[in-house]
């Protein structure tokens, strides 16, 4: 065999599963069609990528199988990638609670994961693109544009759909039918919504705007921030949330999160009757949207002019602005991919293919998708971890 391990995909994953398997001692090559290593983390977090949630657990990711990440996670917790950082010295922020991005460039992690694959002396070839994979007596021949591979295990670790314009492919996928392996259904994750062309109209005024609320969907509620766009909703409440909505399914905002409107409303009703409902936005939401609110629904009389059940239905509608997203912007702007490669085809110790020796599945393309806020990249750097341990 030319290598030990071949692993395609030089993104979050694959880089950190190149230097487990070299420091084992494995002779590691890394494959990839992009003419960088680690695009994604280049763009993450804004350019400073949240490489890690100190709060991860197993219950802030999605899979058909909500067990399956725990035992990757567990043997390689957010602690352990933090002290990687700190030994190659990279400056690191808290901005949310738990959510650790670089305090300069996201460029540190990927000069990091290269280090490391250079001081595990595991091999890096860019713009190289597989075109054909056989199964061969002790493992696997890959036919590139360049040349010839054989190798005794192989890692899959080309990550989802979301953003093609990145270098995002089915090759994973592809792989696992060429091979039998059962797949499900992919959608986007952690996407804004688009919106109806009068909703989109009537909130186009808004956007930029930033406001703190709770939303709810398909079971969940996130309380994070959301913010209009010039083609919808988007912000950290809307990213998370989009990851439990399902198509033509109600979204439900509440604009007022942790106050009680209905008996706000009706005590200065009886205080200040002059007083308007707008009055009592403005103190809450940012003066456009409140005014927006008002004249859309007829709030701007003194609230004396109101009966108890009109106040009523408002505080119900600030609490609960039930809305039927168009859809969402696809994996064009999408973090990441839901579904994939079905976790019981895989080992949750090794991530190797149950009915495939030698063949892995690592990162985005498997099954199990983060939370916003790190735990994705969490997610890459535990699986690669677990199959370098074993390829
Ligand atoms: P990843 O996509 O990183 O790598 C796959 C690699 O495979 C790529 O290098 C690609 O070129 C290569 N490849 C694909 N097809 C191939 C083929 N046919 N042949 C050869 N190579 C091929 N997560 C998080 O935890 N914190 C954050 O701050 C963010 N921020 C963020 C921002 C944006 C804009 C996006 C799109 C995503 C995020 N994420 C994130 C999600 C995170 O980037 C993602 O979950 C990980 O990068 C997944 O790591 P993988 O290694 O599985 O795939």
């Given at each position: 065999?030319?290598?030990?391990?071949?692993?395609?995909?030089?993104?979050?994953?694959?880089?950190?599963?190149?230097?487990?398997?070299?420091?084992?001692?494995?002779?590691?090559?890394?494959?990839?069609?992009?003419?960088?290593?680690?695009?994604?983390?280049?763009?993450?977090?804004?350019?400073?990528?949240?490489?890690?949630?100190?709060?991860?657990?197993?219950?802030?990711?999605?899979?058909?199988?909500?067990?399956?990440?725990?035992s990757a996670?567990?043997?390689?917790?957010?602690?352990?990638?933090?002290?990687?950082?700190?030994?190659?010295?990279?400056?690191?922020?808290?901005?949310?609670?738990?959510?650790?991005?670089?305090?300069?460039?996201?460029?540190?992690?990927?000069?990091?994961?290269?280090?490391?694959?250079?001081?595990?002396?595991?091999?890096?070839?860019?713009?190289?693109?597989?075109?054909?994979?056989?199964?061969?007596?002790?493992?696997?021949?890959?036919?590139?544009?360049?040349?010839?591979?054989?190798?005794?295990s192989?890692v899959?670790?080309?990550?989802?759909?979301?953003?093609?314009?990145?270098?995002?492919?089915?090759?994973?996928?592809?792989?696992?039918?060429?091979?039998?392996?059962?797949?499900?259904?992919?959608?986007?994750?952690?996407?804004?919504?688009?919106?109806?062309?009068?909703?989109?109209?009537?909130?186009?005024?808004?956007?930029?705007?930033?406001?703190?609320?709770?939303?709810?969907?398909?079971?969940?509620?996130?309380?994070?921030?959301?913010?209009?766009?010039?083609?919808?909703?988007?912000?950290?409440?809307?990213?998370?949330?989009?990851?439990?909505?399902?198509?033509?399914?109600?979204?439900?905002?509440?604009?007022?999160?942790?106050?009680?409107?209905?008996?706000?409303?009706?005590?200065?009703?009886?205080?200040?009757?002059?007083?308007?409902?707008?009055?009592?936005?403005?103190?809450?939401?940012?003066?456009?949207?409140?005014?927006?609110?008002?004249?859309?629904?007829?709030?701007?009389?003194?609230?004396?002019?109101?009966?108890?059940?009109?106040?009523?239905?408002?505080?119900?509608?600030?609490?609960?602005?039930?809305?039927?997203?168009?859809?969402?912007?696809?994996?064009?702007?999408?973090?990441?991919?839901?579904?994939?490669?079905?976790?019981?085809?895989l080992s949750s110790q090794t991530m190797e293919a149950r009915?495939?020796p030698g063949?892995f599945f690592i990162?985005?393309?498997?099954?199990?998708?983060?939370?916003?806020?790190?735990?994705?990249?969490?997610?890459?750097?535990?699986s690669?971890v677990a199959a370098g341990q074993a390829a």
């Amino acid at each position: 065999m030319d290598f030990d391990v071949v692993i395609i995909g030089a993104g979050a994953a694959g880089l950190m599963c190149a230097a487990t398997a070299g420091y084992r001692g494995r002779r590691v090559l890394v494959l990839d069609h992009a003419r960088k290593a680690g695009q994604k983390i280049l763009m993450s977090g804004g350019g400073r990528c949240n490489f890690t949630n100190l709060n991860s657990t197993p219950s802030q990711f999605l899979s058909a199988n909500p067990r399956f990440c725990i035992s990757a996670l567990r043997r390689y917790p957010p602690s352990t990638f933090l002290e990687l950082v700190d030994r190659h010295g990279i400056e690191h922020v808290e901005k949310a609670a738990g959510q650790l991005f670089c305090a300069g460039k996201a460029k540190d992690i990927v000069d990091m994961l290269l280090t490391e694959c250079e001081w595990a002396g595991a091999e890096i070839r860019l713009n190289t693109s597989v075109t054909a994979i056989d199964a061969i007596e002790g493992g696997y021949r890959l036919a590139t544009n360049n040349d010839t591979i054989t190798t005794e295990s192989l890692v899959i670790a080309t990550g989802g759909l979301s953003i093609p314009t990145m270098g995002a492919t089915p090759f994973g996928y592809e792989i696992a039918r060429q091979f039998g392996i059962d797949l499900l259904p992919t959608r986007a994750g952690l996407v804004p919504f688009t919106l109806h062309p009068d909703l989109k109209e009537r909130l186009a005024p808004l956007a930029g705007m930033s406001v703190p609320v709770a939303a709810t969907a398909g079971g969940m509620r996130f309380e994070e921030p959301m913010l209009f766009t010039h083609r919808g909703l988007s912000g950290p409440a809307m990213l998370q949330i989009s990851s439990f909505w399902q198509p033509g399914e109600p979204l439900v905002i509440d604009l007022l999160p942790g106050r009680d409107a209905a008996a706000e409303l009706a005590e200065r009703r009886a205080a200040h009757p002059q007083g308007t409902v707008l009055h009592y936005l403005d103190e809450h939401l940012p003066r456009r949207l409140s005014r927006m609110l008002c004249d859309w629904h007829g709030w701007s009389r003194p609230l004396q002019e109101h009966s108890r059940d009109d106040l009523a239905a408002a505080a119900d509608h600030l609490h609960h602005w039930s809305i039927r997203p168009a859809g969402t912007e696809g994996y064009r702007t999408a973090e990441v991919t839901l579904g994939g490669v079905d976790t019981r085809e895989l080992s949750s110790q090794t991530m190797e293919a149950r009915n495939q020796p030698g063949l892995f599945f690592i990162g985005e393309v498997v099954d199990v998708t983060g939370h916003l806020g790190g735990h994705n990249f969490q997610w890459a750097w535990a699986s690669g971890v677990a199959a370098g341990q074993a390829a």
